[in-house]
T-cell receptor
Framework: EDKVVQSPLSLVVHEGDTVTLNCSYEVTNFRSLLWYKQEKKAPTFLFMLTSSGIEKKSGRLSSILDKKELFSILNITATQTGDSAIYLCAVKPRGGSQGNLIFGKGTKLSVKP | GAVVSQHPSWVICKSGTSVKIECRSLDFQATTMFWYRQFPKQSLMLMATSNEGSKATYEQGVEKDKFLINHASLTLSTLTVTSAHPEDSSFYIC?????????????FGSGTQLSVL
């Protein structure tokens, strides 16, 4: 059975800290891995990763994929209170519905002032 | 950026009634929209794929007669939970893919929390 596991499930840090969120997966016919930020219920797209070893970067956020070890990490440097959210990792297998993303349960990040 | 509006954001209803949830793409056209359900402490799970002008495609285990989907235009899909029961209480969220864009880059609505009494 396909599955996506995120860790930790929750994390509390202080402003300025650097955090690393983990996502491992077991998915047949992997196509891509996506990270979303979910605050106030609406997930917003962060990154899509398809190739191993190529870092995607957007401001203080970066992510990388390891297709051999079947995991991805999302790094946030110099965290701010506005980074507080649930971060979702999802894997898109080849074939099936275009919306068939296999989601992890998310990591709830709380950044304290 | 692409915006998806979902309404209502929360609804409480009596058992046996039907509830309609709307999902609109505000600044783009979406041939395909998707409906998900999330139970507490569980992952988002795809329920069905809504196709403009044709029948929806349901995932295994999702009752098509209970969860009616209509995608009458390129910007609107609706999900109707018919004869709702307490076990249907959940968080329902839609997503849409702008026509012509990368298949995986979905834009999500803000979700609807349904509570059936």
């Amino acid at each position: 059975e396909d599955k996506v596991v995120q860790s930790p499930l929750s994390l509390v840090v202080h402003e300025g800290d650097t955090v690393t969120l983990n996502c491992s997966y077991e998915v047949t016919n992997f196509r891509s891995l996506l990270w979303y930020k979910q605050e106030k219920k609406a997930p917003t797209f962060l990154f899509m990763l398809t190739s191993s070893g190529i870092e995607k970067k957007s401001g203080r956020l970066s992510s990388i994929l390891d297709k051999k070890e079947l995991f991805s990490i999302l790094n946030i440097t110099a965290t701010q209170t506005g980074d507080s959210a649930i971060y979702l990792c999802a894997v898109k297998p080849r074939g099936g519905s275009q919306g068939n993303l296999i989601f992890g349960k998310g990591t709830k990040l709380s950044v304290k002032p | 950026g692409a915006v998806v509006s979902q309404h209502p954001s929360w609804v409480i209803c009596k058992s046996g009634t039907s509830v309609k949830i709307e999902c609109r793409s505000l600044d783009f056209q979406a041939t395909t929209m998707f409906w998900y359900r999330q139970f507490p402490k569980q992952s988002l799970m795809l329920m069905a794929t809504s196709n403009e002008g044709s029948k929806a495609t349901y995932e295994q285990g999702v009752e098509k007669d209970k969860f009616l989907i209509n995608h009458a235009s390129l910007t609107l899909s609706t999900l109707t939970v018919t004869s709702a029961h307490p076990e249907d209480s959940s968080f329902y969220i839609c997503s849409a893919r702008p026509t012509g864009s990368q298949a995986e880059k979905l834009f999500f609505g803000s979700g609807t929390q349904l509570s059936v009494l």
